[in-house]
């Protein structure tokens, strides 16, 4: 499965930017992580088929969604920050995922989104 993703950009802090993944084969599980400067890529939000999961720190201002039907994932993200500067990574499962199961077999290259305060 091979992984696109797209959106990314530099915006000031407050604003709203729409990341897009499209895979070349329909997948159970999407999701997205986030890899900051002198960081370790953490997990973002994730979509088991229709149940979202979200990280706590993007929880109430990013959005997760997916058209199954042109197998995209986005990433809805309102009120940005600075501390949301990051290369974000696209990623896909065959099977479900939870919280406590972040397992995803498919990486796409990231797309940089930059923050400015």
């Known amino acids: 499965v091979q992984l696109q993703a797209s959106g990314g950009g530099l915006v000031q802090a407050g604003d709203s930017l729409r990341l897009s993944c499209v895979a070349s084969e329909r997948t159970y599980s999407m999701g997205w992580f986030r890899q900051a400067p002198g960081k370790e890529r953490e997990f973002v939000a994730a979509?088991?088929?229709?149940?979202?999961h979200y990280a706590d720190s993007v929880k109430d201002r990013f959005t997760i969604s997916r058209d199954t039907a042109k197998k995209r994932v986005y990433l809805q993200m309102n009120n940005l920050k600075p501390e949301d500067t990051a290369v974000y990574y696209c990623?896909?499962?065959?099977?479900?995922?939870?919280?406590?199961?972040?397992?995803?077999?498919?990486w796409g290259q990231g797309t940089l989104v930059t923050v400015s305060s």
């Open positions: 990623a896909a499962n065959d099977s479900p995922v939870s919280l406590q199961k972040l397992e995803f077999n498919y």
């Open positions: 979509l088991s088929w229709s149940v979202a």
